[in-house]
């Protein structure tokens, strides 16, 4: 993402669209953050209909959340995104969505467990869940903690009672890793009732990414 702006104002227009469109948003609820070349953040502004949304319409700030450009309110996850992406300096990208599967594991407070191949993508080595950041109230400096705390090096955190969030170099990746996230909670909610999945562990993962390395193409359809 080489730009001052404009094409990733587009390109945030066009990613919160499809989260609706692929069910992972009903309403307004969920957002989109990039980091532009600059160091300044671009976000979703607040309440607004997908549908309506311009690339105009997309809120500009600098890293400390002071105004930069834009008519709208941000999103009021702003201090979210702006708290994710100087904890992780690797992170161009952040989804958040409300998508149903995973937020019901939320709610529970449940970690998604590896019940397929592809949490390989989503957590760091050692780790074989996606986990569950504490409860706080949407829009506060609490929740931003947590989710970053519980975050550490992984690119997928739940949100206690509340969503889901994917983190990426691009918005397509981000994007897809929000469906990731849906998918592997659906999975394991199916799974269930079946009697509960037989579950991959840490080391098998590991074993997934050495693959994914030698196998460049199969990680090429895989939202990385
Ligand atoms: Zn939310």
């Known amino acids: 993402m080489t730009d001052s702006g404009g094409a990733i ?3 945030i227009v066009r990613v919160a669209r499809l989260l609706r469109e692929r ?3 009903i309403g307004t609820s969920g957002n989109v953050g990039a980091r532009l070349d600059d160091g300044r953040i671009a976000v979703t502004p607040s309440t607004m209909d997908y549908d309506e949304m311009t690339p105009d ?3 500009i700030v600098e890293p400390d959340g002071t105004p930069s450009e834009g008519r ?3 999103s009021s996850e702003l201090q979210l995104h702006l708290a994710v992406f100087t904890a992780r300096p690797d992170v161009r990208a952040i989804v958040h969505s409300h998508s149903p599967f995973a937020t019901t594991f939320a709610a529970v407070r449940r970690e998604i467990p590896a019940v397929h191949y592809v949490l390989a993508l989503l957590v760091e080595p050692g780790r074989d869940t996606i986990r569950v950041a504490p409860y706080a109230t949407f829009g506060t400096e609490e ?3 947590n989710a970053v705390a519980t975050l550490g090096g992984d690119q997928a955190v739940l949100l206690a009672n509340h969503g889901a969030i994917a983190v990426a ?3 397509a990746s981000a994007l897809g890793r929000a469906e990731r996230i849906e998918e592997l909670a659906t999975l394991a909610w199916r799974a269930e ?4 999945a037989t579950l991959l562990d840490a080391d098998e993962l590991d074993r997934v990414r050495d693959q994914m390395d030698r196998f460049p193409r199969q990680r090429s359809t895989m939202p990385t």
């Open 23 to 25: 069910g992972l948003a």
């Open 72 to 74: 709208h309110s941000p």
């Open 193 to 196: 009732q079946l009697g509960g």
């Open 143 to 145: 929740l931003a903690r």
């Open 57 to 59: 319409d997309v809120v």
């Open 9 to 11: 104002r587009v390109e």
């Open 169 to 171: 170099g691009s918005l």
